[in-house]
């Protein structure tokens, strides 16, 4: 958001979305959904299929600890 040059208050009214909700996406907390991604895109510029990727590749990262977790729970 330093590069946009906003904060999460005004990307907050820029989207319509809540500042704890921009919070829990930031930290991970809450997914992004379609419909915060086309927000998003129109408030910042960034493509929507960027909002995408870093979502899936989130999700992706979190699904392979788990798993990594689970192997050594096992494993002990």
Known sequence: ????????????NRTGLTVQS????????????????NRLELATGVRACLWNNLEV?????????????RLETTLD
């Open 1 to 12: 958001m330093e590069s946009l040059g906003m904060g999460q208050r005004e990307l907050a």
């Open 22 to 37: 921009l919070h829990g996406i930031f930290k991970g907390e809450q997914p992004i959904t379609c419909e915060t991604v």
């Open 57 to 69: 590749q989130y999700l992706d990262q979190l699904s392979k600890l788990e798993e990594r977790q």
